[in-house]
């Protein structure tokens, strides 16, 4: 468990014998992440996919106006800070602040939200 | 509206793949190209962790030590835009004329419907060659530039083509720290 990194900045996820695989410790709560550049990973992606969901969401309701942006930053941002604050419980000072973590990948999450809402808004109640 | 809205991610997928393609034909499987990219990975990393150990020691030699490191860095970077640039005009020429025929064809056609009202700086892009006043109304371009915003990047982290994070926090981005951070 000690033992050095020997693939650091490698992108792929290696499974080692005595290291999960990066999806078992996505969601386990507070795992170990040794690979900063692994959690921030999963911080990124969890939000594209958090985006998407929130577009099919919003675009079903339909949620409408400024009001619904808004909400789209305080889900997206709050349960990033959840998640990465109460259910993984990792120091933030250890990759540059809560900021840093917050603003990881939000403006491609923002754009894929942004797609998705007006795509599935207009297809539902326009057509 | 299905089928244009369908129709338009399927193009910026095809475009951003195409672009990314493009880019690995003329920069990304270059002998220098990747010599350079992982010679500035390794001095980001290296550079960080001396600012870790180091940080708030006035120390003068590990200052100047720091420095030299982060000019050394930066010709670096310079010369990775350098490589990237020349295939970046060739290839956003392409682009602009594709953009060209696309806007064409999907001229004064009302793609989308916003489900927001977009601000007055934004309506330009939302609206343009639109008939009428109704500013929920999308445009082709604007539908597009969005695609493009969440598309291009996902693909480029797929593909492992994107900047590492290192190494864009060091040479400083919209967010990072300022470079003389240490002077």
Same mark, same amino acid.
């Given at each position: 468990?000690?033992?050095?990194?020997?693939?650091?900045?490698?992108?792929?996820?290696?499974?080692? &014998?005595? @290291?999960?695989?990066?999806?078992?410790?996505?969601?386990? !709560?507070?795992?170990?992440?040794? #690979?900063? $550049? /692994? %959690?921030?990973?999963?911080?990124?992606?969890?939000?594209?996919?958090?985006?998407?969901?929130?577009?099919?969401?919003?675009?079903?309701?339909?949620?409408?106006?400024?009001?619904?942006?808004?909400?789209? &930053?305080? @889900?997206?941002?709050?349960?990033?800070?959840?998640?990465? !604050?109460?259910?993984?419980?990792? #120091?933030? $000072? /250890? %990759?540059?602040?809560?900021?840093?973590?917050?603003?990881?990948?939000?403006?491609?999450?923002?754009?894929?939200?942004?797609?998705?809402?007006?795509?599935?808004?207009?297809?539902?109640?326009?057509? | 509206?299905?089928?244009?809205?369908?129709?338009?991610?399927?193009?910026?997928?095809?475009?951003?793949?195409?672009?990314?393609?493009?880019?690995?034909?003329?920069?990304?499987?270059?002998?220098?190209?990747?010599?350079?990219?992982?010679?500035?990975?390794?001095?980001?990393?290296?550079?960080?962790?001396?600012?870790?150990?180091?940080?708030?020691?006035?120390?003068?030699?590990?200052?100047?030590?720091?420095?030299?490191?982060?000019?050394?860095?930066?010709?670096?970077?310079?010369?990775?835009?350098?490589?990237?640039?020349?295939?970046?005009?060739?290839?956003?020429?392409?682009?602009?004329?594709?953009?060209?025929?696309?806007?064409?064809?999907?001229?004064?056609?009302?793609?989308?419907?916003?489900?927001?009202?977009?601000?007055?700086?934004?309506?330009?892009?939302?609206?343009?060659?639109?008939?009428?006043?109704?500013?929920?109304?999308?445009?082709?371009?604007?539908?597009?530039?969005?695609?493009?915003?969440?598309?291009?990047?996902?693909?480029?982290?797929?593909?492992?083509?994107?900047?590492?994070?290192?190494?864009?926090?060091?040479?400083?981005?919209?967010?990072?720290?300022?470079?003389?951070?240490?002077?």
């Amino acid at each position: 468990m000690s033992s050095p990194k020997a693939n650091r900045g490698d992108k792929n996820t290696t499974t080692n &014998a005595s @290291v999960p695989s990066v999806w078992s410790r996505a969601f386990t !709560s507070n795992s170990k992440w040794d #690979d900063k $550049e /692994e %959690f921030l990973d999963v911080i990124y992606w969890g939000r594209q996919v958090l985006g998407i969901i929130v577009g099919v969401i919003w675009g079903l309701l339909p949620l409408k106006g400024f009001i619904a942006l808004v909400l789209f &930053a305080i @889900v997206n941002a709050g349960s990033v800070y959840v998640y990465f !604050s109460s259910f993984q419980s990792v #120091d933030e $000072e /250890e %990759f540059g602040g809560a900021w840093e973590l917050t603003k990881e990948g939000f403006m491609t999450s923002f754009a894929g939200f942004l797609v998705t809402w007006i795509i599935i808004y207009s297809g539902m109640h326009f057509d | 509206m299905w089928a244009d809205t369908i129709l338009i991610v399927f193009i910026s997928v095809c475009t951003a793949l195409l672009g990314e393609g493009l880019t690995w034909l003329m920069v990304y499987r270059t002998e220098k190209y990747q010599k350079l990219k992982t010679e500035v990975e390794r001095q980001s990393k290296r550079l960080e962790k001396r600012k870790e150990a180091h940080g708030d020691s006035l120390d003068k030699q590990h200052k100047k030590k720091i420095e030299r490191e982060e000019e050394k860095l930066k010709n670096n970077n310079r010369d990775l835009s350098l490589v990237k640039m020349k295939s970046m005009f060739a290839i956003g020429f392409a682009f602009t004329a594709l953009l060209s025929m696309f806007n064409s064809i999907f001229d004064g056609r009302i793609v989308a419907r916003l489900p927001f009202f977009p601000i007055s700086w934004i309506q330009g892009l939302s609206h343009r060659n639109l008939p009428g006043d109704d500013y929920t109304e999308c445009s082709f371009l604007f539908l597009y530039i969005l695609c493009t915003m969440s598309i291009r990047q996902n693909i480029q982290k797929l593909l492992g083509f994107a900047p590492s994070r290192t190494a864009s926090k060091q040479s400083g981005g919209l967010f990072g720290p300022p470079p003389q951070q240490l002077r």
